[in-house]
């Protein structure tokens, strides 16, 4: 074998400060590579997936907003993973992270759209189309008639089509993590032939964060009504908060009686769904064949955090606060290696990306020379960068529905460096060329603002990429899933 198998499992909206004993047993006790200090290269899915893709900055591969995607020049790293053997695979439920995104590339067994999708199968429905119809049927009537594996197909199709008609409860759990985990099984026992470097995106610690998992909220003793559900799902739009000052909806009202109280609840949910994730990835573990656990490298982290309030910034948007960029990163290595290491340096997506790469070539091989590849290469010119561009909502039915002054706030890039326990953030509101400097100073897992300067400066590098922000007409994108998720 070339090198070990790779499984890059990531928690969708996995921050570090909620990563704890309590939510992840299971991982917290298993002996690993622990980098305490991880960064993901942006605030939402799309940038950080593809800086994992493509080992550079947001700043550097651009795809930054809703209207992007990767193309087939960025997917550097499951292209190395191909070119040296190995068989690459994607599952993934989030619409944000498949085919439709550019993150197909490079890859060989691509399974996403999982929702829609109760078999293992690379026929996606949604690739082909976006409504329900009988044009869309006889479309993918079509599709399947031209493939393999007709019948799991048809199955799935079924599937898909009587979950699009149906009338499923808004308040309900709404993610799959469980199924994502049974196809990465099968394709796992199914094709180990062969090297394997697979990526499995998990919505299950992602928002709405409403409906705690039942196996996380018996976990956490947790109990949440129906009638409670309904008044945080009420309160779930996070514009209301950040954009209109607005108070409470009254169905809310009914079970809190102030915005803080919302988010503390929901931050309580959002860790029933951790302890749900670490149970489903100890589920995946426990079942693997043992000949494949003891030869892969297993890395479970988040791609962003989440915000609960913090510095008036709800879900996953435009603030570099580190509760929305620290995450987890757990490095669970082969047998063969040292299975015990903490790491304190601050590191990023793109130096483990870089990392991944050398191990899927062979140039990167045991644990001292993993650690000090993802240090060495999650720093530029010594510090760690991470970037924002807008937020992922809609933009034009902003400038509809709220203040300018508001949208404007939210339409802006930003840089931040990290470095040892600092963090600077240069930031320009779309459209204008003055640049604004903050420096804050990190302890305990998130910061304080030590100085603010007015038209700052930073390396020339960042000047022409943070002056160049501007509205541009992006396509809305307008899916249930996608709704569901808080893109609009």
């Known amino acids: 074998m070339a090198g070990p198998h790779v499984f890059v499992l990531i928690g969708d909206c996995l921050r570090a400060a909620n990563a704890t004993t309590e939510t992840l047993p ?17 605030t939402w899915t799309r940038p950080s997936h593809a800086s994992l893709y493509s080992q550079r900055t947001p700043v550097e591969h651009g795809v930054t907003r809703r209207g992007d995607a990767l193309d087939a020049s960025q997917a550097v ?54 409504s329900v119809g009988t044009d869309a049927a006889l479309t993918l009537l079509r599709e399947v008639a031209r493939r393999p594996n007709k019948v799991v197909n048809l ?37 180990d032939d062969a090297p394997l470097f697979c990526l499995a995106n998990l919505l299950d610690t992602h928002n709405p964060h409403h409906a705690p998992p039942a196996v996380g909220a018996d976990a956490l003793g947790q109990s949440v009504s129906p009638d409670e559900r309904r008044a945080l799902r009420a309160a779930n739009d996070d514009r209301l908060y950040m954009l209109d000052d607005a108070a409470l909806p009254a169905e809310t009202r009914a079970f809190f009686d102030s915005w803080d109280a919302v988010f503390e609840r929901r931050e309580e949910i959002y860790d029933a769904q951790i302890r749900y994730f670490d149970h489903l990835v100890e589920q995946w573990i426990d079942r693997l064949e043992r000949c494949v656990l003891d030869d892969s490298l297993i890395v479970v982290t988040g791609d962003h955090g989440q915000l609960f309030g913090e510095e008036g910034q709800l879900g996953h948007q435009v603030s570099l606060h580190p509760h929305g960029i620290h995450v987890p990163l757990y490095v669970f290595p082969p047998v063969s290696w040292e299975r015990d290491v903490n790491v304190t340096t ?41 970037a924002v ?6 933009v034009a039915e902003l400038r509809g529905r709220y203040d300018d002054e508001a949208v404007d706030s939210v339409c802006v890039r930003k840089v931040g460096f990290v470095e040892s326990d600092e963090m600077v953030v240069y930031e320009s509101e779309w459209g204008e060329s003055e ?20 038209d700052s400066t930073p390396d020339d590098r960042y000047v022409e990429w943070l002056r160049a922000g501007g509205e541009r007409d992006v396509a809305a994108e307008t899916s249930e899933r996608l709704q569901q998720l808080g893109y609009l």
């Open 77 to 130: 790293l499951p292209e190395r993973a191909r070119d040296a053997g190995y068989r690459t695979a994607l599952f993934s439920e989030n619409p944000t992270f498949s085919t439709g995104t550019g993150f197909h590339h490079s890859i060989e067994f691509v399974d996403d759209s999982i929702h829609r999708k109760p078999f293992l199968s690379s026929f996606s429905p949604d690739a082909y189309v976006d």
């Open 435 to 454: 640049i604004r400097e903050r420096m804050y100073e990190l302890r305990d897992g998130s910061r304080s603002l030590r100085d603010e300067t007015v």
């Open 26 to 42: 299971f991982l917290s006790d298993r002996p690993k590579l622990d980098f305490t200090r991880c960064f993901s290269p942006g």
């Open 346 to 386: 601050p590191v990023s997506w793109v130096g483990l990306s870089r990392a991944l790469g050398g191990v899927v070539d062979g140039s990167v091989a045991g644990t001292e020379a993993f650690v000090e590849a993802v240090e060495a290469e999650s720093r530029t010119d010594g510090r760690v960068v991470v």
């Open 155 to 191: 199955a799935n199709l079924a599937y898909g089509f009587a979950t699009q008609l149906s009338d499923p409860d808004p308040t309900a759990y709404p993610h799959h993590g469980e199924r994502v985990f049974a196809h990465l099984r099968t394709f796992a026992e199914r094709y």
């Open 389 to 394: 561009d807008g937020p992922t909502w809609n």
